[in-house]
């Protein structure tokens, strides 16, 4: 991709697990990044950084990176990603989850629409989601190339109309502009495990483009036990998830974070 | 006819070889704006001779002719158009190309005075509207222009006498890859829609993770908006069974798109190489191995891993069909083949009346 790009990875503990699944992360971001041009920056508690550093290292990923260190509250990985995202120097950034990966020819193909149209400022990968044995799920992403979503003209876009009927696009491993981000406002930390979904909303609004690339890039895994969707969507209620929803369709309008809170059942 | 008569008129007709001002003639079949190769291809003959200078006419034989201009376009829309049952004046000195599915028309103008030639571009055309025992040479035919060898040595195993001449046909330059990547769009050119449902419904049932896939039915687009379906496309489903040549295949490479196609009853000439079918595309004889070749195309598109020699090869067979390798056919099989034999046949009748005054005095 002619365009530089900032790898950000949000951290917020290290065991074992999380050591085995960064350095796959990492390996597929070594199979990525151009290593003249693009970052990476790790995002976390300074203790886990510190651990997480080592793991960088061995890996041999010759990728400028640097770690930003965030131990003031807000280890959810929506601050985490703004904190990054206000730091970055490129272009564009991409967000990868620790226990994720990316297909090796993903910046390149999201290189391709940005050097002949450039004017989205979100691509989103169609994903594979895999469990914890390493086999597909399901794919994620893939409603937006169907002709019932979009129109054929619009076929991998998204806009507002498609997003209030379908919520559930996953981020992960997209390719964002930098400025585009910021300009919107960035992630709303208090819209929780509805933060991405309310930020595409938000997106949509300000008549920036999100397209779904048409290639897998991104292997996303779910249903790992003690991962924070996991954890977040074990606290949540039917009814809370669904005030969620509902708060990000009204709080897209707004730029800022104006920090709703559910005030539980009633 | 007296010597003298013969050789003062068909002084005259040689001196149209002069001026290119003898008319070559294409007869034509109104196929009420629906788009097709065959029709194509001469039209596009017929708009190079006249780009060459001649003095080309189309006719036709319909009461209310709607013609190509809708999906083919103005410049050949614009050629002269004449309706054969109104007063038409044809001389020797003029060539009259008839397609092999007007066989009636090759008898009807059996008495015209102009030299008479097929044009092949579907054998099955051919023995649809040939009546049972009729030849091409009872109706004075004795030359015809095809589009490949194929197809040249078809003819020749039941018409041993005619000769044959072949010009290419190009695929236009309106087809061509864009720099936009493509969408996950699969277009199915078929004739039938029983082949289309055949493939289409299956698929999805067996395979429901592509249950968004998109497949999109076009035909009977003009030809600038079917080249756009085709350039947005990354897959074309190419079903013809009864094509002896296969333009919708090729336009489909020239932009860029795998294609997926039937194997034709008549395979045509760059679908083979070395004897074996050519990598320029995914084949498949039976339709229920379509189903599972698509699944396995979409899975390899997806993850990028669709085989780089498919565009190779693709290229490669392009390079055979080129608007400039067409016109150089045409210079060579109409100039100075055709018309040329044409003008010393008349030299030669010329001459022998000459001969035979000369003999009288």
């Known amino acids: 991709m002619k365009e530089n790009i900032t790898f950000i990875v949000p951290l917020n503990e290290f065991n074992e697990a999380v050591e085995k699944y960064l350095e796959r992360a990492i390996t597929s971001i070594k199979e990525n990044c151009n290593t003249k041009k693009d970052t990476v920056i790790m995002v976390g508690p300074t203790d886990v950084l510190k651990k997480a550093q080592v793991v960088y290292q061995n890996s041999k990923c010759k990728c400028p990176w640097y770690l930003l260190e965030n131990n003031d509250g807000g280890t959810d990985p929506y601050t985490q990603i703004n904190l990054a995202v206000y730091k970055t120097l490129t272009p564009y950034f991409t967000v990868i989850e620790y226990d994720d990966e990316y297909y090796s020819y993903w910046i390149d193909e999201v290189g391709k629409y940005i050097n002949t149209e450039s004017s989205a400022s979100v691509y989103l990968p169609l994903t594979e989601l895999i469990n914890t044995d390493d086999k597909i799920v399901s794919f994620a992403n893939e409603i937006a190339l169907s002709s019932s979503f979009a129109n054929e003209q619009n076929l991998g876009l998204i806009d507002i109309d498609s997003l209030e009927s379908y919520m559930d696009f996953s981020v992960s491993g997209a390719v964002i502009k930098t400025e585009d981000f910021i300009s919107a406002g960035g992630l709303k930390p208090s819209m929780g495990i509805a933060a991405w979904y309310e930020f595409l909303l938000r997106m949509c609004h300000n008549a920036h483009v999100v397209r779904v690339v048409p290639k897998v890039g991104y292997r996303h895994t779910v249903l790992r036990e003690g991962s924070y969707s996991d954890v977040k969507g074990k606290e949540l209620t039917a009814k809370h998830m669904e005030w969620l929803i509902k708060t990000a369709q009204q709080e897209y309008f707004f730029k800022e974070d104006r920090n709703k809170v559910y005030e539980g059942e009633e | ?323 400039e390798l067409q016109i150089e056919d045409i210079k060579r099989v109409y100039v100075d083949g055709i018309f040329a034999d044409r003008e010393k046949e008349l030299i030669e009748t010329v001459s022998i009346a000459k001969n035979n005054e000369d003999k009288k005095g």
Request: glycine letters at 4%.
């Open chain 2, 1 to 323: 006819m007296e010597n003298k008569e013969i050789i003062e008129k068909v002084t005259v007709e040689l001196e149209k070889y002069k001026d290119k001002s003898f008319k070559v003639f294409f007869y034509t079949l109104d196929t009420q704006g629906m788009p097709s190769g065959s029709l194509t291809y001469m039209y596009e003959t017929a708009y190079q001779l006249k780009e060459l200078g001649y003095n080309v006419q189309m006719l036709h034989s319909e009461k209310d002719f709607i013609g190509v201009r809708e999906w083919l376009g103005d410049k050949y829309a614009d050629i002269p158009h004449y309706n054969i049952e109104k007063n038409i004046s044809i001389s020797p000195a003029d060539v009259l190309i008839i397609p092999e599915i007007f066989s009636s028309v090759m008898y009807q103008t059996m008495k015209l005075p102009c030299k008479r030639i097929a044009l092949l571009q579907n054998f099955e055309y051919l023995t649809e509207m040939t009546q049972p025992g009729a030849t091409w040479m009872d109706y004075g035919i004795n030359e015809c222009i095809t589009t490949s060898n194929v197809l040249a040595d078809r003819i020749k195993e039941v018409f041993p006498s005619v000769k044959t001449h072949i010009v290419r046909p190009s695929i236009s330059n309106i087809f061509h890859k864009t720099e936009t990547p493509k969408k996950l769009i699969i277009n199915i050119i078929s004739r039938h829609k029983t082949d289309v449902n055949s493939i289409v419904k299956p698929f999805f049932w067996k395979y429901p993770m592509y249950k968004w896939v998109c497949f999109r039915d076009y035909s009977g687009l003009p030809k600038e908006d079917f080249a756009d379906t085709l350039k947005e496309a990354a897959f074309t489903l190419w079903i013809d069974e009864k094509t002896d040549f296969g333009y919708t295949a090729l336009e489909a490479m020239a932009c860029g798109d795998i294609v997926i196609g039937k194997v034709p009853e008549t395979v045509p000439e760059w679908m083979k190489k070395d004897g074996d079918l050519r990598d320029c595309g995914v084949w498949y004889y039976n339709t229920t191995d379509a189903v599972d070749l698509i699944a396995n195309l979409v899975d390899a598109y997806i993850h990028n891993g669709i085989p780089e020699i498919l565009q190779k090869e693709a290229d490669e067979v392009l390079k055979n069909y080129t608007s």
